[in-house]
Nanobody, 120 residues
Framework: QVQLVESGGGSVQAGGSLRLSCAAS????MGWFRQAPGKEREGVAV??????STYYTDSVKGRFTISRDKNTLYLQMNSLKPEDTAMYYC???????????????????WGQGTQVTVSS
């Protein structure tokens, strides 16, 4: 497994913005997951390398945008809410996103995580 490296986390007030980055390439599907204390890891957004199709969890639609260039994956997070507070992980799968979707068990490469904290 290739280690992925995230950057861009931090602390912001509600309504603010952050952009996460992850050095990643060569995978069929790449995306972002998050895990808050005491909660299960959940898929936030993923993007297919071939079709560029994107999938978002309902709670971030209209606020977050996932994108990628040749070597980097991004997550632009706008209108942040306190409930977005979590450790955010970059993940990659050898399966296309139409199969992997937002299911963490389908992703076989992970970053170490970057903390996002949103205060009210």
């Amino acid at each position: 497994q290739v280690q992925l490296v995230e950057s861009g986390g931090g602390s912001v007030q509600a309504g603010g913005s952050l952009r996460l980055s992850c050095a990643a390439s060569g995978y069929a599907c790449m995306g972002w997951f998050r895990q808050a204390p005491g909660k299960e890891r959940e898929g936030v957004a993923v993007i297919d390398a071939g079709s560029s199709s994107t999938y978002y969890t309902d709670s971030v639609k209209g606020r977050f945008t996932i994108s990628r260039d040749k070597n980097t994956l991004y997550l632009q997070m706008n209108s942040l809410k306190p409930e977005d507070t979590a450790m955010y992980y970059c993940a990659a799968s050898s399966y296309g996103c139409s199969r992997a979707l937002l299911r963490s068990t389908w992703y076989n490469s992970w970053g170490q995580g970057t903390q996002v904290t949103v205060s009210s």
